[in-house]
T-cell receptor, first 116, second 114 residues
Framework: NAGVTQTPKFRVLKTGQSMTLLCAQDMNHEYMYWYRQDPGMGLRLIHY???????AKGEVPDGYNVSRLKKQNFLLGLESAAPSQTSVYFC???????????????FGPGTRLTVT | SQKIEQNSEALNIQEGKTATLTCNYTNYSPAYLQWYRQDPGRGPVFLLLIRENEKEKRKERLKVTFDTTLKQSLFHITASQPADSATYLCALPKGYNAGNMLTFGGGTRLMVKP
């Protein structure tokens, strides 16, 4: 199993450009998440999804959109990139609460995005 | 508001010693607490979960304690090795019964010197 994969690994954008980050998981997880990680700020939840066709806002959703058209994929879009969105983006997935799991989240390798 | 504090300064210890990392939280009454390991350039990896009714949990050389009165968790690595060098994150659910929605601390970097 590949686990959680993310593409691309690195990207440089100019202010105002758009892009989509792709996350894929092969563990049949219901829940998927997008985080950003900045120095000294820890991981912050951007958006999440509790199932195919559903999405919800996390703590820092502004400037981002997401879609979950297929259970295994979770897309994060930046419509008009800003320098403040320079960060490392992580996707994660998990089983739903109450399932035979320990609530652990499985993370992808990250995408390093620089907006100039 | 909910807040998680981990020592932002790196912890440097000698190989073979026990490393102890601290996670303090405020304005929470979490049902559980998790610890993750993150290596440079990689995503976090789950290590341990401890529930509110558990005082201590062990996994190989790892030990986690959870004091809900002090609102603190301690993470111990015994007989530390240079390969244990990484950043360690604690995470709590956003609410008591928030399911899988987690809030992460900023992490503490551990450096184990040979």
């Amino acid at each position: 199993n590949a686990g959680v994969t993310q593409t691309p690994k690195f990207r440089v954008l100019k202010t105002g450009q758009s892009m989509t980050l792709l996350c894929a998981q092969d563990m049949n997880h219901e829940y998927m998440y997008w985080y950003r990680q900045d120095p000294g700020m820890g991981l912050r939840l951007i958006h999440y999804s509790v199932g195919e066709g559903t999405t919800a806002k996390g703590e820092v959703p502004d400037g981002y959109n997401v879609s979950r058209l297929k259970k295994q994929n979770f897309l994060l879009g930046l419509e008009s990139a800003a320098p403040s969105q320079t960060s490392v983006y992580f996707c994660a997935s998990s089983y739903p609460p109450g399932s035979a799991s320990s609530y652990e989240q499985y993370f992808g390798p990250g995408t390093r995005l620089t907006v100039t | 508001s909910q807040k998680i504090e981990q020592n932002s300064e790196a912890l440097n210890i000698q190989e073979g010693k026990t490393a102890t990392l601290t996670c303090n939280y405020t304005n929470y009454s979490p049902a559980y607490l998790q610890w993750y390991r993150q290596d440079p350039g990689r995503g976090p990896v789950f290590l341990l979960l401890i529930r509110e009714n558990e005082k201590e949990k062990r996994k190989e050389r790892l030990k986690v304690t959870f004091d809900t009165t002090l609102k603190q968790s301690l993470f111990h690595i015994t007989a530390s090795q240079p390969a244990d060098s990484a950043t360690y994150l604690c995470a709590l659910p956003k609410g008591y019964n928030a399911g899988n929605m987690l809030t992460f601390g900023g992490g503490t970097r551990l450096m184990v010197k040979p």
